[in-house]
C-alpha cells in the first residue's frame, strides 16, 4: 500500500484459498487487459472469461499469456462447458482446455439439466487433470432450489474434487443466491455456510451492496466473484476498510464510539 495505516486487516497473499476476488472478462481487449493487471492484477485471483465469449473474442491466447504473467489464473465460464456438453464434445472440451494452457476450469449445470451424480463423475474425472471450480444453483429466475439440496449439492461436488464451489448469482445478481432485486436470501447463505465452510466457496456477487454485505457477514477475506474489471480495486477497498460502507468494520471501539456518527448527531 501508498500508506502506513494503523487497523488495516490482513489479506493473505497469492496464491490464496481465501479471500480471492474473481474478475469476468466479457471480452475485453488486450489493452484493457494489460491496463486492468496494471492496476488490478495484484488484487485479482482468476479471471473467467464470461459465458460464450471466448468462442468469438479475438485474441484469447494473447490475453490469458497477460493474465498468467500477472500470476492470475484464468479460465472458461460455466456456461462454455454447457455449450460443449450438451453437443456431446466433452473430450474436444477438455483438449481445447489444456490446448491454451490452463489449469484451471469450471463445471456447472445453471442452463442445462445434469444429473447431480454424471455432474460429480465429471468433476472427479476432469480434477485428476485440472483445478475444478463447479457452480450450484440455476440462473433461470423461476427455479427454486431447496437449502437442503444446495447443501448436498455443493458437499457432493466438492467431495468429488472442486476446489471451491461457486454459489450462482449470474453476472446480474438477480438469481440464485439472491433474490430478484439483488437482496441476499440470507436464510438460504446461513444455512449453506451451517454444513459447507466459507472459505470453500465463491459467493458471485457482482453489485457493490452485495460484496458489503458478504464482507460484513464472512469478513474481508472473503471469496467474491463476477466483479467487473473496473470494480476489482474499489472491491478491496471495501475488504480493508477504505470506504465509507465498511469504514469502521476494523476500527477500535474506541475510535467507533468516539467518532461513529449516530441519529442524534444528525439531529444537532
Known amino acids: 500500500m501508498n500508506f502506513n495505516l494503523k487497523h488495516i486487516p490482513s489479506r493473505p497473499q497469492k496464491p490464496r484459498e481465501s479471500g480471492c476476488t474473481m474478475m469476468m472478462d466479457k471480452g475485453l481487449s488486450i489493452r484493457?487487459?494489460?491496463?486492468?493487471?496494471?492496476?488490478?492484477?495484484?488484487?485479482?485471483?482468476v479471471v473467467k472469461f464470461g459465458f460464450g465469449t471466448a468462442v468469438v473474442s479475438k485474441?484469447?491466447?494473447?490475453?490469458?499469456?497477460?493474465?498468467?504473467?500477472?500470476?492470475?489464473?484464468?479460465?472458461?465460464?460455466g456456461t462454455l462447458f454447457e455449450i460443449f456438453f450438451v453437443r456431446n464434445q466433452i473430450s474436444q472440451f477438455q483438449?481445447?482446455?489444456?490446448?491454451?494452457?490452463?489449469?484451471?476450469?469450471?463445471v456447472s449445470d445453471g442452463s442445462i439439466v445434469v444429473p447431480h451424480d454424471e455432474k460429480c463423475k465429471i468433476i472427479h474425472k476432469l480434477s485428476k487433470n485440472f483445478t475444478v471450480?463447479?457452480?450450484?444453483?440455476?440462473?433461470?429466475?423461476?427455479?427454486?432450489?431447496?437449502?437442503?439440496?444446495?447443501?448436498?449439492?455443493?458437499?457432493?461436488?466438492?467431495?468429488?474434487?472442486?476446489?471451491?464451489v461457486i454459489a450462482e448469482g449470474r453476472e446480474s445478481g438477480s438469481v440464485g443466491i439472491f433474490r430478484p432485486n439483488g437482496t441476499p436470501h440470507s436464510i438460504l447463505i446461513n444455512k449453506i455456510i451451517s454444513k459447507v465452510k466459507p472459505e470453500q466457496i465463491l459467493w458471485e456477487a457482482p453489485a457493490k451492496k452485495q460484496q458489503v454485505w458478504f464482507i460484513n457477514l464472512f469478513g474481508e477475506n472473503v471469496n467474491l466473484g463476477n466483479i467487473a474489471p473496473n470494480e476489482v480495486l474499489p472491491l478491496e477497498t471495501l475488504r480493508l476498510g477504505l470506504r465509507g460502507d465498511t469504514f469502521f468494520n476494523y476500527l477500535p471501539d474506541s475510535i467507533i464510539n468516539e467518532r461513529k456518527p449516530t441519529l442524534e448527531d444528525t439531529k444537532k
Do not use: H
Open 95 to 106: 483438449k481445447m482446455v489444456d490446448s491454451f494452457g490452463l489449469d484451471l476450469l469450471e
Open 133 to 164: 471450480l463447479s457452480e450450484v444453483g440455476s440462473k433461470e429466475e423461476g427455479i427454486l432450489i431447496s437449502p437442503s439440496k444446495w447443501v448436498k449439492m455443493m458437499t457432493n461436488e466438492l467431495d468429488a474434487g472442486s476446489w471451491k
Open 32 to 45: 484493457e487487459a494489460e491496463d486492468f493487471v496494471e492496476t488490478s492484477g495484484e488484487y485479482t485471483d
Open 59 to 77: 485474441n484469447i491466447k494473447e490475453k490469458i499469456k497477460i493474465y498468467q504473467d500477472a500470476g492470475i489464473r484464468p479460465y472458461f465460464g
